[in-house]
């Protein structure tokens, strides 16, 4: 019986699975044997727990519904990739005939891909086959390579090379492709299977307990709980959706639950696959339909567009994750590391209330609102920190639990003012934001403040997003001594954006 490897990277779900339908619909292969490959301590070293668990979570919720539908499970292995599929096709007990894999321009996955195709390299037998458009509505690799391809900057453009792939139809709907059914269609696991893995079988269960124990995690991972917000924040919420609008959405989270996004909350799940863009492309398109709805880039088909431009841009653009030689990348004479300045600001300890909040809500939970990203990155950069935007990035990277190579660096390009496509660079945030603010924050009750930064939680409103400047007797009477309880602004925010915009000025005409 041949069979052939399902090697899941960055697509954890049944539904538009791509890779999974592509085996399954094979004629090479009899059996099947769905892989995901982790190496725990790597994993670890890289990312924060909330991420692993997310990880976790996910593998074990497509253990459970490969096996409701198939009858067969996920086959989740401790190791390095490049060692396990050497012992594979070594004796090749498995009589392996071909590999499926989702196309990844992580370098990770890139670097890994290149080990496998290097270990296949005398063995034509067998077929690598790394299946397009996975995790992306596009052929991103076919997009680049197009003609007359030239990187989208901004997002008129992205519309534009967006509408030659998928043209409008009828309603003037891009023709983006259905997502793939659940096949009905199935194969078995090879036989002998437990021999040839057996060294690295990981024992997820007893790890995720583990982790939980110290969890304050926020979104549970797995493709289960990415349909159950999809219905709760898509389906159901139609006016929602045919009115969203980015940049109006509230960044301090529902009233009634500080963690809860006011936008979908979808990004962990796209993020590693639990959800395909396409599904909440048609679930959006499916709003359209009853009636009027915003367009690019503020809709939610804006939002998906940008994550489209930023895959593609990564892709297209050499160094993307880099400031040399990324011609997306402005030159900046940019202050050297200084470890208490990122300190402060990644433990949420700046004395800038809003800052802290957004950051003590990313370390809890994995996630902050697009605009506290706003925030915080500026803050850090070209507004008040004046340190590097790669340093912010890392951070974000090993915290995030929607974590994309792609969009992260993309979005840091974007908010440091380094890129093509960010806005101005003189225009900043103020961390001290007001009601006016398009931050869009919500300062009556300023609950948000209260919940994450629980020294200021007796505060007057009035004071608490520059708790500083309250009166001594107002600090004293709710307990918190501005200094003592929380700490001073750690910077003149007013005079140092002003030096740094000079800074950043000078440069952009010295180093450009
Ligand atoms: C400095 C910075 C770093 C960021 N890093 C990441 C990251 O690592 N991973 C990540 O998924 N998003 C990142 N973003 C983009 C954005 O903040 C999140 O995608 C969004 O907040 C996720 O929440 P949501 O799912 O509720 O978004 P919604 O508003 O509901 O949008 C739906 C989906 O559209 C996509 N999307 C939305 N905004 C953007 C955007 N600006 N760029 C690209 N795609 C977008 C996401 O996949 C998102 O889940 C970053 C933004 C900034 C400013």
Sequence with gaps: ????????????????????????????????????????????????????????????????????????????????????????????????????????????????????????????????????KANTLTNIEEVVNQENFRPPKKMKEMEKLFSRIFPKGESNFYSVDEPLEIPEISKPLPDNYIEAIDDYIFDIQKELALLKENSKSYFKGGES????????????????????????????????NPSEPETTGLSPYLSFGCLSPRLLWKETERCYRNGDHTQPPESMHGQLLFREMFYILSKSIENWDSDTNNSMCKKINWGEY????????????????????????????????????????????????????KKGRDVFEKKLVDADWALNNGNWLWL???????????????PCPDGKSSLNV????????????????????????????????????????????YPKPMVDRKLVAKENLAKFKESLSILN
């Excluded at 917000?229 to 006016?239: A, N, P």
């Excluded at 609008?245 to 960044?251: E, Q």
């Excluded at 380094?418 to 103020?430: E, H, I, K, Q, W």
């Design 416 to 430: 440091s003012g380094v890129a093509p496509f960010s806005m101005p660079y003189f225009r900043l945030y103020n």
């Design 1 to 132: 019986m041949n069979t052939g490897i399902v090697w899941l990277r960055n697509t954890l779900r049944l539904s538009d699975n791509r890779v999974l339908i592509e085996s399954l619909n094979s004629t090479k292969s009899e059996a099947i044997l769905p892989l995901y490959i982790l190496n725990k301590k790597k994993l670890s070293l890289k990312n924060n727990n909330n991420r692993v668990q997310f990880l976790y979570e996910s593998l074990i919720d497509l253990d459970a519904r490969f096996k409701s539908k198939f009858n067969t499970g996920l086959i989740i292995l401790n190791g390095n990739s490049e060692e396990i599929f050497r012992k594979l096709l070594e004796y090749n007990l498995l009589n392996i005939s071909e590999i499926f894999t989702d196309y990844s321009n992580k370098p990770n996955d890139v670097e890994n891909g290149k080990k496998i195709k290097h270990i296949l390299s005398d063995k034509n037998s067998i077929k690598f086959n790394i299946i397009s």
């Design 338 to 389: 200084d470890s208490n300045k990122m300190e402060l600001w990644e433990n949420g300890q700046t004395g800038f209330p809003y800052i802290d909040a957004m950051m003590r809500q990313l370390d809890a939970t994995g996630w902050m609102h697009h605009l506290g990203r706003h925030a915080v990155s500026c803050f850090l950069t070209r507004g008040q920190l004046w340190q590097h935007w």
């Design 442 to 485: 919500e300062t009556k009750k300023a609950e948000f403040i209260r919940y994450w930064v629980p020294e200021l939680e007796k505060f007057p409103s009035k004071y608490i997003f520059e708790p500083h400047l309250a009166p001594l007797p107002i600090q004293e009477s709710v307990g918190c001594i501005i200094g003592k309880d």
């Design 225 to 256: 709980e990415a349909l159950i917000r999809l219905e709760k924040k898509v389906k159901s919420e139609e006016k929602y959706i045919r009115n969203f609008r980015k940049p109006r959405t509230i960044s301090t989270n529902n009233p009634n």
